[in-house]
């Protein structure tokens, strides 16, 4: 070999390594670790839901009931350290890494840093300040999924002794009264009684995150009764409605869920996972 | 629904709007330099044609019984109106406190006053201690759900709202989230006024009255209650209010006037059930804005005031005393609570009043 | 002989990698094209989102059998497409997602596309599974729901995105202002030229 040869092609292969090396961001390697999600294990018991049919609130179809097939359902919702123990697997769901994409920027606001819990916050409270889309790698990481909507109204139809309250005069009330307490997402889980089913703090903690919170057109100005008067903004508009006017706690919930979007993180709003009952032993 | 405009105004508007559409550029790099237009010049004009200059400023909002500044004759600007909601306790009778849901912490909301032709940036923060997302229909937006749907703020966040005021007049503003007579029945209303171009005439006081029916609770914790849903239904209300507490226009709190002063009062009802029939004892208006709109009835003793709507009324104090406000529903004044002072000092005009022997 | 061939490899490597730099920006922390999701296009090609990078991406969430407002979205996006001059039309790509991943298979899209002339190369459209599906309509804050098998309810929106995989803007209801749709896309391929 010539050495102007030699020197040309060490010459290009410098240059085509400065050039790899000059590249700002290797797009590649970055979708690799985002697309991945680290294993943790919960240690949360999971209630088995036999399913049923049951009338949805709002948005039932031409006044038809849903069948909810039979489910696992975490007893509670997902716990401070729990989420800590997640995003210390999960680098690319922490607090300084997340994508603006997945999470607006109060993502976990209170923690001081990546891997710590706000000073006061009681490490066995639900955790707030999280994402659909964080919820759901949780749920993933969990080798679980979100609930479903249907799934988690028909948990919230009962009261401590029946599987379905709704007719019972008290429990709209009731769960109103729950709904109306401030700073009730810094408590920790589990101090109330559980339900029927036995899960525990379906009202009187936090919202949580369903998997198909987007399915609900916009009861955002209820009025409309859910019956969308325009038209002209949905396929199929009038086949939904709300079935209980005087439940207003349902109201509240179906409100809250249309106000949010899946990268909002609010001060009182969480998640619990749930998962398939195939290959599940009952409880 | 609202229906503020008639058919007819509607196809001239689309008219208007359709012939205009095309000359408006070139109209509005024209008359860049010129302070908005005259209230002369302009009273064919139609709002939407009104050109908006300068840059937007943030408008000044009041809580009751106080009003911002009159227009005046300025010409059509660009304003921001910031409105947070809240969920807080106040009093709302002696000792009893109640959870308000509330437009910048006051029951009424801010009082907020703009002219025809305004374009207004309405930012809707929804506090971040708030248990439930809120949002805003004002009567005086002419759009799908007066705003509401477009406002829908989570706990935390922040929607914004543009309009253009096309109709002048007193409007209610309230929250339209679910369930609604539960965030108007805690107190989640205010009203909003579109004065004419040129403003309204001068008076020389102005105040801003809101009535509102409230049911409650047997106090859950001591001291403290909440919105009660059955009572609600049942539309009978515990509490009749103006601005949102007993005894808010009472004693100190009493508005005031001079003798030979023009009053102009705004008045609104918030609801979320109750027409209300707002009287002033001892006086009569000398004009009323029926209903908040352009009609002016004159030499009114009475007037009539529906749920989600409003009326401006006026008068001149011609002799000094206290003047009482009322619901002439007299229960909910005498037992509810509807009832407030105007007190008006002065020299006394035996002619017009005089107590005592012939 | 050999050095001048060598010369030209040198070449070429150093202006593409220029280019490279140039084109790679980082992708901001809001850009789509960070969503690991899996899709097909009309001709059954395999495909990341991020493969759409580059493009002013103009999208829409519909699905074929739709009889009620996506016919009205479809035409919007051809009269967006319409308002497009020529000249920009090879910078912006229209993009159609499906929200019907189990009935929108890549040649079912495929017909729709030829029967409704929209198989220029400015067309894309695009299904993946019932997940990553929902995953994107989360994104785009669009709303949908299966209301009995062959149909869904959903609303409407058409959505800008510059060629960094940022939402630029978002017109919904069936009165989009298909004007300004189609003047931000020009606008966007433009300043990104
Ligand atoms: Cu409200």
């Not at chain 3, 002989?1 to 070449?11: C, P, R």
Request: with cysteine; aromatic share 8%.
């Amino acid at each position: 070999m010539k050495p102007a040869t030699y020197i040309l092609l060490l010459l290009s292969l410098l240059a085509q390594s400065a050039c790899t090396k000059e590249k700002p961001h290797d797009e590649k390697q970055g979708e690799v670790v985002r697309a991945s999600i680290g294993p943790i294990k919960t240690t949360v018991k999971m209630v088995y839901i036999p399913g049923g049919e049951y009338m949805p609130f709002y948005g039932a179809i031409d006044s038809n009931a849903v069948k909810v097939p039979a489910f696992l359902i975490d007893e509670r919702a997902v716990t401070n350290e729990e989420f800590l123990s997640f995003v210390t697997a999960n680098p690319q769901w922490r607090k300084s890494s997340i994508l603006r994409i997945h999470a607006d920027t109060n993502y976990l606001r209170d923690w001081p840093s990546d891997l710590e819990l706000p000073k006061d916050a009681r490490p066995d409270a639900p955790v707030c300040f999280v994402s659909w889309f964080a919820a759901k790698a949780f749920a993933k990481s969990a080798g679980k999924r979100l609930p479903t909507l249907d799934e988690w109204e028909f948990i919230a139809m009962a009261d401590a002794d029946t599987f379905n309250a709704r007719s019972k005069k008290q429990y709209s009330d009731a769960i109103i009264q729950l709904y109306m307490e401030k700073g009730r997402q810094f408590k920790p889980v589990k101090q109330s009684a559980p339900n029927y089913w036995g899960v525990y703090n379906v009202f009187d903690l936090i919202w949580e995150w369903t998997d198909d919170f987007n399915s609900i057109m916009s009861i955002g100005d209820s009025r409309t009764g859910g019956e969308n008067n325009n038209k002209d903004l949905f396929c199929a508009a009038g086949a939904t409605s709300a079935s209980e006017v005087n439940n207003y706690a349902a109201f509240m919930r179906f409100g809250m869920r249309t106000a949010v979007k899946a990268h909002y993180t609010i001060a009182n709003m969480g998640f619990r996972c749930a998962k398939d009952t195939s290959n599940q032993t009952t409880q | 629904m609202r229906n503020k405009l008639n058919i007819k105004q509607m196809k001239m508007k689309r008219l208007i709007l359709s012939v205009t559409s095309i000359g408006m550029i070139t109209i509005l790099t024209s008359c860049g330099g010129v302070a908005g237009d005259k209230p002369t010049a302009e009273n064919k004009t139609a709002a939407i044609d009104m050109k908006v200059t300068g840059e937007a400023k943030v408008a000044e909002v009041t809580s009751a019984p106080n009003v911002p500044a009159p227009v005046g004759d300025r010409g059509p600007q660009k304003w921001i109106v910031n409105l947070e909601t809240t969920e807080i306790e106040a009093e709302i009778a002696d000792g009893i406190n109640y959870t308000f849901w509330t437009f910048n912490n006051t029951v009424p909301g801010s009082f907020i006053r703009v002219r025809e032709g305004d374009e207004v940036e309405l930012r809707l923060k929804n506090a971040a201690n708030s248990v439930l997302p809120h949002n805003i229909d004002l009567h005086a937006v002419t759009g799908p759900g007066g705003g509401a749907e477009a406002t829908s703020a989570a706990p935390g966040q922040e929607a914004v709202l543009h309009f253009k005021a096309l109709n002048p007049g007193l409007y209610v503003y309230h929250c339209a989230a679910p369930p609604v007579p539960m965030h108007i029945g805690n107190g989640m209303y205010g009203l909003i006024l579109v004065e004419p171009a040129g403003g309204l005439p001068k008076v020389d006081r102005e105040y801003y009255i809101m009535q509102g029916d409230f049911y409650t609770k047997a106090a859950a914790k001591a001291g403290l209650t909440e919105f009660n849903n059955d009572k609600a239904v049942a539309e009978e209300p515990d509490y009749v209010l103006f601005n949102g507490k007993k005894g808010s226009l009472l004693g100190k709190n009493m508005i005031e006037a001079k003798v030979g002063e023009t009053v102009r009062l705004f008045v609104g009802n918030g609801g979320p059930n109750l027409t209300s029939s707002f009287h002033v004892i001892g006086e009569i208006f000398d004009n009323v804005y029926l209903e908040g709109g352009s009609t002016v009835s004159h030499n009114v003793q009475t007037t009539m005031i529906p749920a989600g709507g409003s009326a401006i009324v006026e008068f001149k104090v011609d002799y000094p005393g206290q003047y009482v406000l009322v619901d002439h529903s007299l229960s909910r004044a005498f037992n509810k609570g509807a009832i407030g002072k105007l007190k008006v000092t002065g020299e006394a005009n035996p002619l017009i009043f005089n107590k005592g022997k012939k | 002989m050999k050095a001048i061939g060598f010369l030209a490899v040198l070449t070429f490597l150093l202006s593409s990698c220029s280019f490279n730099e140039a084109k790679e920006r980082k992708l901001p922390d809001n850009s789509i094209f960070h969503l690991t999701s899996n899709w097909k296009n009309q001709d059954g090609k395999s495909m990341k989102l991020n493969d759409l990078k580059g493009k002013t991406l103009v999208v829409v969430m519909i699905y074929t059998s739709c009889k009620s407002a996506c016919p009205v979205l479809v035409s919007k996006m051809k009269q967006i497409e319409k308002a497009i001059d020529k000249a920009y039309l090879p910078a912006i790509n229209l993009v159609l997602v499906t929200i019907d991943p189990e009935n929108d298979t890549p040649e079912k899209l495929k017909t729709f596309a030829q029967t409704n002339k929209m198989d220029e190369p400015h067309w894309t459209f695009l299904t993946s599974t019932e997940e990553e599906t929902q995953e994107f309509a989360n994104v785009l804050a669009m709303k949908y729901k299966k209301i009995d098998p062959i149909d869904f309810s959903h609303s409407n929106i058409i959505t800008v995105f510059n060629p960094y995989g940022e939402l630029v803007i978002q017109e919904e209801g069936l009165e989009i202002n298909v004007e300004k749709v189609a003047s931000t896309a020009v606008k966007i391929a433009k300043e990104n030229n």
